[in-house]
């Protein structure tokens, strides 16, 4: 009975793994899918194979693995907007703009972090660290990026090519002091 729980869960694990779009999350699920793959070991009765899972599969991988991601860049993008919108969490549900620049993100194997802010977009470029800010108006796109940036370049050229019917405004900023743009 405990043997099909642990390979239940083992099963489980794995399609979570596989089907999560963040990385880290993925290296986590097979962490936590190795040290229960260890417990099967050790309920079959091999101990030596159950103790180097333990240490080699959740322990050793998993670190090796969260140490290269931190290699792995995590795309910050600021958004702001004119509308007086109460609930800003909706707007990504609402937006196939946002969602169509995060799937493109993902796809390069960058994990985007989406930031809403209240804040007006000056104070935004002049305070925070971005890779992308984006000001929505009520008819045009102001997108914010760093003149050096090749991420920007790639950016740029999907959202010319998928989203040319929006009044996009692409500008390059010089990087400066307060911001990675």
Known sequence: MIE????????????????T??????????????LVSSFVYLLYGAPDVAIAEAIIG?????????VA???????????TNDSNFQDIRLLKSESPFLYNLETFLVKR????QIIYSREPIETVLAQ???????????????IYGCAEDYQFDAVEDYLLTNHGDLNLHLMRCAEGEDNEA
């Open 4 to 19: 099909d729980i642990f390979l239940i869960t083992l099963v489980i694990l794995a399609i979570i793994a596989l089907n």
């Open 128 to 142: 925070e660290k971005f890779d992308l800010a984006i000001h929505h108006t009520d008819q045009d796109i102001w």
């Open 58 to 66: 959740s322990t050793i991988t998993t670190v090796l693995y969260l």
């Open 109 to 112: 194997e960058m994990e985007p």
């Open 21 to 34: 779009k963040k990385l880290r999350r993925a290296v986590v699920y097979l962490g936590v899918f190795s």
């Open 69 to 79: 991601l931190r290699k792995y860049k995590v795309f910050s993008i600021y958004y």
